[in-house]
């Protein structure tokens, strides 16, 4: 026994066959070796210690085996296999990429590539931890990676594929490696504890396949120091105390005494694992993940989920069949609460059997909540509901008369516009007026039809006068009725060309008057055409024109907007292009061209030209 040396290194697997929970994936890379469809740059993805780097050195193995088996697998007898085997083959090369990082190391690498391998037909450069590459070294690798010599493969491993360039990514054939199952890792330990001839209880090698987490050389240097331990005695009770877990025995008792409510009993409990060196964040992570074991068994769909030593899964079934799916759910949530805040915690003892006690008193809490029957819901109100609101205060403005009254005017048009029967309904607001304002200032009031309120008949006489009260308007209009001119409302006129030309020719002659030459100009050579009851086109020639027009456009508006009681109408522009196109245009003339046209008006100068000789500088 003093001889064994249980190893991930002596139990590292020589053949694909015997690569542990990886077989989606040998079983790709047997057929591409049987079939000869080996791609010249593989990604293996997947957490650590799963079979990555082990899967690479037996396919580096097998496509340099001289007696390759039908089945792609390496003879492990041959030169090149045995060479392999004891770690001499000049045919494979690992450069750790975690500590060689730099530009330098992979412009070493790419220029070894170059070299046929002495013997065998590969050279297989695996890339270990490839995501910590420099970004240089990337680059530098990317040619190499993309045109590599044919007797070149490589493998790139890593466990963080998305820090991977898409560069790289784009170039490899990718391999996802799984974690490895519970399972697996508990019969390839079996396998192992059956060679060496070492007795071990089933549920210790669970524990060890369960702390390890998916990581096979993980579990396998847990097994190789507790046989140290133990002298070849694995037992489930020394696999515990060697791997600092806390039986499941205590967490059934601990959930005993909280259904029972003996909080006594269960802070004792408590007391008690704390003494044989259990932490609280511990016991909290623990008792969590018990009562989730618990609740995975309250289905028998998820049963499949429950990663329990073998030989307690009924313990557990005929607990979760005594315990209420809503203790254990809301027990899930105090104990996450309590693990997340057992860092700030000062007092961590009393922080665990704060929990303890809130556990406790749950069932009490559940209970009565069932007594009193259904559970109460929050109130839901399907209907509209009234809100509360504040009354507006009355408005007071303080700025001086003059500029009130117009100010008080325009407020007057905008919220008659806007909302007619806000008036109505809001008799609380009174501007303070001036008492007597100046003539002169009364604003005009002009209004469309349509915006009149109906409770106003009155309004379209002009020099109205309501007496009737409730409304701001009404008090106003009592007030200063006589003085505002209310301007009658008319039905709109349609515009046609026989009024709309004159009005038209009366603004040209108009800016005329003002001594605008350009703008009348622009006026009267401009076409109209109307187009709608509100909108007519003016047609002119140039964008310029339109500038002219423009600039006199709100003038023009304002009058044909009274004119016709149209306050939508307006007009648009439309410039005439066949017009525009027909202007002649001047043609910049060559020496040649320039010199014909001269000649023709001045016969004696082709003569000058003969007689002299002269060339015409083109
Ligand atoms: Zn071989």
């Not at 791997?243 to 909080?263: K, P, S, T, V």
């Not at 030593?309 to 104990?335: D, F, H, P, T």
């Not at 008319?490 to 515009?495: A, F, G, L, R």
């Amino acid at each position: 026994m003093d001889k064994f040396i249980v190893s991930a290194r002596k139990y590292r697997p020589q053949n694909f066959n015997t690569v542990v929970g990886q077989s989606h994936i040998t079983t790709t890379l047997k057929n591409a070796i049987k079939n000869n469809q080996l791609a010249h740059a593989f990604l293996f993805c997947g957490p650590r210690g799963v079979g990555k780097t082990t899967c690479a050195r037996i396919l580096a193995k097998t496509i340099n085996c001289l007696n390759q088996t039908p089945e792609g697998e390496a003879c492990n007898t041959c030169q090149s296999c045995t060479s392999f085997d004891a770690g001499a083959s000049m045919n494979i090369h690992e450069l750790d990429a975690a500590s060689n990082n730099s530009v330098d190391d992979i412009r070493s690498l790419v220029d070894q590539v170059r070299f046929a391998p002495q013997a065998g037909k590969y050279k297989v450069y695996i890339v270990d931890e490839v995501h910590m590459l420099s970004a240089s070294a990337f680059n530098a690798f990317l040619k190499t990676l993309e045109e590599p010599p044919a007797h070149a493969i490589f493998i790139l491993a890593t466990t963080e594929k998305h820090k991977i360039l898409p560069t790289i990514l784009s170039r490899c054939q990718i391999f996802d490696f799984k974690r490895i199952t519970t399972n697996d890792t508990v019969e390839h330990l079996q396998e192992i504890i059956d060679k060496e001839g070492i007795h071990a209880e089933k549920a210790a090698l669970q524990v060890i396949a369960q702390k390890s987490e998916g990581c096979m050389r993980d579990s396998l240097s847990i097994l190789d120091k507790i046989v140290s331990f133990t002298s070849g005695e694995v037992t489930y009770q020394n696999t515990l105390e060697h791997l600092n877990i806390l039986d499941h025995d205590y967490y059934f008792r601990l959930l005993e005494a909280l259904l029972a409510q003996d909080m006594a009993g269960a802070i004792l409990l408590y007391d008690e694992i704390n003494r044989k060196g259990f932490e609280g964040d511990m016991v909290l992570n623990g008792f969590a993940e018990f009562i989730r074991n618990i609740l995975v068994c309250k289905d028998a769909r998820a049963i499949s989920l429950l990663d329990v030593v073998e030989g307690m899964q009924e313990k557990y079934k005929s607990v979760a069949a005594s315990v209420g799916a809503g203790y254990l759910v809301s027990a899930l949530n105090i104990l996450n609460e309590a693990e997340i805040h057992f860092k700030m915690a000062r007092n961590k003892r009393l922080h665990v059997e704060l929990t303890i006690i809130k556990l406790n008193f749950l069932q009490q809490a559940i209970e009565l909540s069932l007594q009193e029957g259904n559970i109460v819901k929050k109130k839901r109100v399907d209907g509209p509901v009234a809100i509360n609101y504040k009354p507006v205060p009355s408005i007071q403005i303080i700025t001086p008369p003059v500029n009130i009254q117009t100010a008080g005017g325009k407020l007057l048009v905008e919220e008659k516009k806007k909302t007619p029967i806000a008036a109505q309904v809001q008799p609380s607001i009174k501007p303070a007026l001036p008492q007597t304002p100046p003539p002169s200032m009364a604003p005009v009031i002009s209004m469309v039809k349509e915006t009149v309120p109906s409770s106003y008949p009155n309004t379209t006489n002009t020099q109205t006068s309501v007496t009737k009260g409730g409304g701001i308007l009404d008090a106003l209009r009592s007030k200063y009725g006589d003085r505002y001119t209310v301007q009658e409302v008319k039905d709109p006129i349609s515009i046609t060309m026989e009024t709309l030309q004159p009005h038209w020719n009366h603004f040209a002659a108009k800016i005329k008057e003002e001594n605008k030459i350009s703008q009348a100009n622009a006026f009267s050579t401009a076409t109209l055409e109307i187009v709608d009851d509100s909108i007519f086109l003016v047609k002119v020639d140039s964008t310029l024109q339109q500038k002219f027009i423009e600039q006199e456009k709100s003038i023009v508006l304002e009058e044909l907007q009274k004119h016709y009681h149209n306050r939508l109408l307006t007009f648009n522009f439309f410039i005439n292009e066949t017009e525009r196109d027909s202007t002649p245009t001047v043609k910049p003339l060559n020496s040649k061209q320039r010199f014909e046209r001269m000649a023709e008006q001045y016969p004696l100068l082709r003569v000058l030209r003969d007689n002299l000789k002269l060339e015409i500088d083109m």
